[in-house]
């Protein structure tokens, strides 16, 4: 009976240290998943007001670049470069595309030569498509 009354406590003790090392693991690692944090995160505030038709205009402007008005204006007001989305879209299939040739390459089709300078004119071509897009 002891032995028993033993286990269970060793078996509690056992649960509450597992329940502490992972509530210390949380707190070393953060919560996995999820939004990653940014560097510096945005704490101030920028207050306009706007008629009734620069609003309109500005909304349809945002739309037009398939972005959310809040973003659109940080863009327009930091002088970015606004991105283009149709652009980007397409450079991102292109780049989808030369990913899956590539993958098509490893296969055993192809002298190793032949292979390798082709991969290495996708991972090229891919490298540059990548520089052209804007988020």
């Given at each position: 009976m002891e032995d028993q009354n033993t286990e269970d406590w060793e078996a509690l003790f056992a649960e509450g240290?597992?329940?502490?090392?992972?509530?210390?693991?949380?707190r070393e690692?953060?919560?996995?998943?999820?939004?990653?944090?940014?560097?510096a995160p945005k704490s101030e505030r920028?207050?306009?007001r706007f008629t009734v038709q620069e609003m309109k205009k500005l909304k349809e402007r945002a739309d037009k670049k398939k972005l959310k008005l809040t973003d659109y204006s940080?863009?327009?007001?930091?002088?970015?470069?606004?991105?283009?989305?149709e652009k980007n879209i397409m450079l991102t299939?292109?780049?989808?595309?030369?990913?899956?040739?590539?993958?098509?390459?490893?296969?055993?089709?192809?002298?190793?030569?032949?292979r390798?300078?082709?991969?290495?004119?996708?991972?090229?071509?891919i490298k540059g498509i990548k520089t052209?897009?804007?988020w």
């Amino acid at each position: 009976m002891e032995d028993q009354n033993t286990e269970d406590w060793e078996a509690l003790f056992a649960e509450g240290f597992e329940q502490i090392d992972r509530q210390n693991q949380y707190r070393e690692r953060g919560k996995l998943g999820g939004r990653p944090k940014l560097n510096a995160p945005k704490s101030e505030r920028l207050a306009l007001r706007f008629t009734v038709q620069e609003m309109k205009k500005l909304k349809e402007r945002a739309d037009k670049k398939k972005l959310k008005l809040t973003d659109y204006s940080r863009i327009i007001l930091l002088d970015r470069e606004l991105p283009e989305y149709e652009k980007n879209i397409m450079l991102t299939e292109y780049a989808t595309n030369f990913r899956r040739i590539g993958n098509y390459m490893k296969k055993e089709i192809f002298t190793p030569e032949e292979r390798a300078g082709l991969l290495r004119e996708i991972e090229e071509a891919i490298k540059g498509i990548k520089t052209q897009i804007k988020w």
